[in-house]
């Protein structure tokens, strides 16, 4: 196991240099373009280009250039925006990512709980009346655009209703810093975090249950009941585990993409300036070294995803973990 977890980490090391690499000769090495009047930006004078040429090494090979751009990306963190009146890329990012990162993370609470109490009990109780509205129920969640989905709730919160005793504690749009205030930042993401979670809730209850109710067929699952176990210790603990191996692949790659910038409507419509609306913003203004920034945060966050599913699996599947 220790060998599996060694190579996989080997190979997530090996993608993230290959991701840098063609992240790079995308916006840097495109024939016909110059490199240098994209970073400077729109009517940059003539001292502006000179100084980003010779700061970004693009008078000199293409390899020297790229450990320049990789050097101020992860090294010195010194990538400037010059479109944004030489602001540093990288705080920038730091600063809208624990935005992005809660907003995502209080989400998946919720529709990890609510998709498996979903799943679990549609697969127990498939065919009855309780399996057919948990699974429409799931359907009409998603149905429904996270966009509307935010305006409604805004229009109901923060304007018609907002003096009512329900919904009296909702502050105004916008973040609020766990370490300044933890009740205000719960009180500030609360929304964001179920009009979110809607969408996820309705796809992987749909997906557990399926899946759950497929293993009910297979040879250990019916092993299981011929020992004599009780119908839900045998649901649970043998066809829950198996089940979640296609969960978790889901919940991986969907946290990833949405701590990458995935939630960027959920973001403008809450006012949260997280990491999707500083991407929405840098290709706006063509700001070259922030969309590049941008990027390559989201890939590593996709990567490192896909390295921690392949390291659950070994806990989940004997079969990954035994090597068959």
Do not use: C
């Amino acid at each position: 196991m220790v060998m599996a977890v060694l190579r996989r980490l080997g190979q997530t090391l090996f993608v993230l240099v290959g991701i840098s690499v063609l992240v790079f000769l995308v916006f840097f090495a495109t024939p016909g373009a110059d490199p240098t009047a994209r970073i400077a930006g729109r009517n940059a004078s003539s001292e502006t280009m000179a100084r980003v040429r010779v700061e970004y090494g693009f008078d000199r090979p293409l390899p020297v250039q790229y450990a320049r751009m990789m050097e101020k990306l992860f090294v010195t963190r010194d990538l400037t925006s010059y479109v944004n009146r030489g602001q540093k890329v990288v705080p920038e990012i730091l600063e809208a990512a624990p935005v992005t990162v809660s907003l995502v993370s209080g989400a998946a609470v919720i529709w990890v709980v609510l998709s498996v109490a979903m799943g679990v009990i549609a697969a127990a109780l498939r065919g009855s009346w309780v399996d057919r509205g948990l699974m429409m129920l799931g359907l009409v969640g998603i149905s429904i655009p996270v966009f509307w989905l935010g305006q409604v709730v805004n229009l109901v919160t923060q304007s018609r209703y907002h003096e009512s005793w329900l919904f009296s504690w909702v502050p105004g749009l916008g973040y609020v810093p766990l370490t300044e205030d933890p009740l205000g930042w719960f009180r500030a993401l609360a929304l964001p975090w179920l009009t979110l979670a809607v969408l996820f809730v309705g796809i992987y209850s749909r997906v557990l249950r399926a899946d759950l109710v497929a293993v009910q067929s297979e040879d250990f699952m019916r092993t299981a009941r011929a020992k004599g176990l009780s119908p839900a210790r045998v649901l649970l603990v043998h066809g829950l585990r198996t089940s979640m191996i296609t969960f978790v692949s889901l919940f991986g790659l969907d946290f990833a993409q949405l701590v990458g910038g995935g939630a960027l409507l959920t973001e403008v419509v809450f006012g949260l300036q997280g990491v999707g609306r500083l991407t929405y913003q840098a290709l706006s203004n063509l700001d070259l070294p922030l969309i590049m920034a941008t990027v390559m945060y989201s890939a590593v966050f996709v990567v490192i995803a896909n390295a921690v599913v392949d390291m659950l699996y070994l806990l989940l599947d004997p079969r990954v973990r035994d090597g068959r």
